[in-house]
C-alpha cells in the first residue's frame, strides 16, 4: 500500500480505545517472527519527560555510531513522526512499506480473532518491523500510558527507565502514588538494569522493592549519577553532568525549560547503562547538541511570540510555569488551553497564577475534552483573568494572537493534541491527522 493507503488502514482502528493487556500484540508479534526481539531495547515510562527523554537519548547513541530507532506517542501533526532513526522520523515511504509489512499478519490475527487490534498496537508493532528491517543497533521505546499493561512491555528491555512518577491517569493506574508506581515499574524485567529519574519518597520506596523482587541494577538521579550545574545559554542549558561512568562537561542543550536538563541526566544515565562503559564526551556532546523537542517548550514566530507546550498534569504545568520566568523576559501571555475531561484542571491551572493575563479556551478535537465553556469558568475563577471561550482552535489561536498583541505572548499548553493542532496551523494551516494512544 501506499502512504495513504496506510494511514486510512490505521485510522480504521481508531475508536478501539485503550485497552490494557498484552494478548493481542504478543499474538501479532508472534506471527511476525518477533522482531522486537532483535535488538537491545530501551524502555522509557513514566508521568512527564517521557518524549524528551527517548529523543534525546536516541540523538546520544547515534552519535556513538549506533543505528539508534525509536517509538514515541502521541505524534503531534503527522503519524510517522512516532517512529524514527536519530534525528529524522521515518520517511513516508518507509512508513507505508513497515505498515504493509505488519498489516499482512494483522488481517490474518483479526480474521482469526474476536477483538480487534488497537491504533496503539498497530503503530507499536510498526515500529518493532521497522527497526528490524534498519539493522537498529538499539532501540528506544516509549510506553504509551502506565507500563505493565501497556502494549509496548511486550519488549524485553536492556534498560528500563521510569523519567518521574505524579499524579495522572488516575482511572487507569490507580489512586496514589504507590499504585502508579507499581504499575511504571512493570516494565522492569529480571535480567534488566532501572534507570530513575527524581522521584517522590513514595515512589522511591516502591523502587526499592521492585529492584530487589526482580534481582535488576538500579541507577538513580542523585545517588548513582548527578546534574552538577545547569547554567541558562542562549536557546537552551550548558550542563554538567556527573554520569555513572565519568563526569561530563560543556554540554549544550538546545531545549528551553530547566526540568529538561535532568532528562538528560537521565538520557546519559541510560545510555551510561546500556553500554555499560563511559560515553565518548565529543560524540556526546554533538548528539546533545542536536536534540530537538517538537512541541515541549517550542517557541514559533513572533510578534506575537507563540511558545507550544505539551503540559497536560499538575506536574507538567508546574515546570511550565518556572519555564516561563526562566526562560523569556517579561511580556504579556495569553494562555491558549484545552485539556480533557479527566485532568485535575484547577491544579494545573494554579501554576500559572500570577503569570497569565487572559486565557482562551478551546477543544482538544477529541470526543474526551473538556467544554471550552467549562474549562473557561475554571480558568477565570483560578487564574483571576479574563477568559474567552472558542470551541475551534484555529479562531481560538487568532483570537490569542490578537489578544497578546505583537510585545505579548502566547502559551498552547494542556493537551498533546492541541498542540499538534496548534503546530499544523502556524506551520502550513492544513490540519493534522488523526491521532489516538
Not at 524502555?43 to 540523538?59: D, I, P, Q, Y
Not at 501533526?77 to 499478519?105: C, N
Request: charged letters at 20%.
Amino acid at each position: 500500500m501506499d502512504y495513504l493507503a496506510a494511514v486510512e488502514y490505521l485510522d480504521a482502528h481508531i475508536g478501539q480505545g485503550m485497552k490494557p493487556g498484552l494478548d493481542r500484540i504478543e499474538a501479532l508479534l508472534d506471527t511476525m517472527g518477533n522482531p522486537e526481539s532483535g535488538y537491545p531495547i530501551v524502555h522509557v515510562a513514566g508521568t512527564n519527560g517521557k518524549t524528551s527523554t527517548s529523543r534525546m537519548l536516541s540523538m546520544i547513541l547515534s552519535a556513538h555510531d549506533l543505528t539508534t530507532g525509536y517509538f514515541t506517542s502521541p505524534h503531534l501533526e503527522r503519524v510517522e513522526e512516532r517512529i524514527g532513526m536519530g534525528g529524522r522520523h521515518a520517511t513516508p515511504e518507509e512508513f507505508a512499506q513497515a505498515v504493509t509489512d505488519v498489516a499482512a499478519f494483522a488481517d490474518l490475527f483479526e480474521a482469526r480473532a474476536t477483538d480487534k487490534l488497537t491504533y496503539f498496537e498497530l503503530t507499536a508493532a510498526t515500529a518493532f518491523a521497522w527497526f528490524a528491517e534498519i539493522a537498529a543497533n538499539a532501540a528506544i521505546v516509549e510506553v504509551g500510558l502506565g507500563g505493565r499493561l501497556d502494549a509496548t512491555n511486550v519488549v524485553q528491555s536492556d534498560v528500563a527507565v521510569v523519567t518521574t512518577i505524579g499524579l495522572d491517569h488516575m482511572e487507569f493506574l490507580g489512586t496514589t502514588l504507590e499504585e502508579i508506581t507499581w504499575e511504571k515499574l512493570g516494565i522492569v524485567k529480571e535480567g534488566s538494569k532501572l534507570v530513575t529519574g527524581p522521584l517522590p519518597e513514595a515512589a522511591s520506596s516502591v523502587a526499592e522493592r521492585v529492584v530487589a523482587d526482580r534481582g535488576v541494577k538500579h541507577f538513580a538521579f542523585g545517588r548513582d549519577f548527578h546534574l552538577e550545574a545547569a547554567t541558562p545559554a542562549v536557546g537552551g542549558w550548558l550542563c554538567q553532568i556527573e554520569g555513572i561512568e565519568a563526569t561530563y562537561d560543556d554540554l549544550f542543550l538546545p531545549l528551553l525549560g530547566r526540568h529538561q536538563t535532568a532528562n538528560l541526566a537521565i538520557a546519559v544515565g541510560a545510555a551510561e547503562a546500556l553500554r555499560s562503559k563511559p560515553l565518548d564526551v565529543d560524540a556526546l556532546r554533538t548528539g546533545v547538541a542536536a536534540v530537538r523537542s517538537p512541541g515541549r517548550m517550542e517557541p514559533f514566530g513572533s510578534k506575537p511570540l507563540v511558545v507550544l507546550d505539551g503540559a497536560h498534569n499538575p506536574q507538567g504545568f508546574e515546570a511550565l510555569g518556572r519555564a516561563l520566568i526562566e526562560s523569556f523576559d517579561y511580556r504579556r501571555w495569553v494562555l491558549l488551553i484545552g485539556t480533557m475531561k479527566d485532568k485535575t484542571v484547577h491544579e494545573m491551572l494554579s501554576h500559572l497564577k500570577g503569570k497569565i493575563s487572559v486565557a482562551v479556551t478551546t477543544s482538544t478535537g477529541s470526543e474526551r475534552s473538556l467544554s471550552p465553556e467549562e474549562l473557561g469558568r475554571a480558568a477565570a475563577e483560578v487564574l483571576n483573568v479574563e477568559a474567552q471561550s472558542e470551541t475551534d482552535p484555529r479562531a481560538a489561536l487568532e483570537i490569542a494572537r490578537k489578544v497578546a498583541g505583537p510585545d505579548g505572548g502566547v502559551i498552547v499548553a494542556g493537551s498533546l493534541y492541541l498542540v499538534g493542532t496548534i503546530r499544523s496551523l502556524l506551520n502550513d494551516g492544513t490540519p493534522p491527522q488523526r491521532n489516538e494512544r
